[in-house]
């Protein structure tokens, strides 16, 4: 079968996650608190600080962007971008209760970014970059509206093995029906979960002071049906994969995902590892 163009992945892309909009909003409170830390990861990376005007790719339902704007200050102001104009509106929603006027969400692809050169004094991108059929043209657009000086921060998904939070179900779905091996290159989850991947394209398009690391945490949960149900809720791609599973293959998949998580309950804590790949870089003088 034929690859699907760039303009394909977009459009599925753009209705996956509008799709999922409603459980980011569910989840979001659950999601916030445990995801945190990679926002804070984010904004050091980037430098925020008062003043500085920032974009976010991908924003989603608003991470980082949000924490980007409460970090600039009404001095500075956060512009967050996405396909998804209902995972926008979430966002927007968000940052009207917490009275960030900073923060503004439009929707756009971030291949082509609708922002002149040189508009920007940092971009962020939290879990985006790896869904993108054209990796290498969204990281010129990066360099393009950055001011020179100024730094882009990156988190996208290490590998499967090192994220059992992702993998579980991916494996457990893999044993109901025969899935085509992965294209390396295909955008998805893990697109990205190689070392140096997304580095090199940074320094292919001219960034310095490059820094890559695999992050490691993991979430938790109050119990394993709590894990099954939020991230069968958030995780479009996982959801497409689910899909193709009869009524009966779901019933008898959701007890082996909840299982499995089960074997690392302690206590009454599910904790399930995750690994993240921080990549940074500045746009020289
Ligand atoms: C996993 S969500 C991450 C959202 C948010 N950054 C977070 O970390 O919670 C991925 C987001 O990337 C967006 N996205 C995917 N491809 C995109 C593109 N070409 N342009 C803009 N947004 C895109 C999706 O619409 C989705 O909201």
Redesign the pocket.
Known sequence: MASPSPKQV?EG??Q??NRVAGG?EKWDRF?DEQ?AFLNHRLVADARLRSGLQVL?????????ALLAAQTVGTTGSVVG????EQ?LEAARRKAASLKLSNATFRT????TLPFEDSSFDAVT????LM??PEIPK?VAEIVRVLRPGSWVAA?VWSAPDKNPYLKIPMDIIKQFIELPPPDPAAPGIFRLAKPGDLAGMLQQAGLADISEQQFFGDVRFAAPDEYFSSLMDIA?PIQNLWAKLSPAQQTEARQRIIDAAGKSQKRSVVALPIAVRMVAGRKPE
Do not use: E
Request: aromatic letters at 18%; hydrophobic letters at 50%; a negative charge.
């Open positions: 977009i892309q753009r996956d996650w980011w999601f995801m976010d790719l991908g924003s989603g339902t608003g991470y980082p971008i996405d396909l998804a995972m756009g692809d971030v291949t991108t939290r879990f985006c869904f993108l969204a988190a479009a």
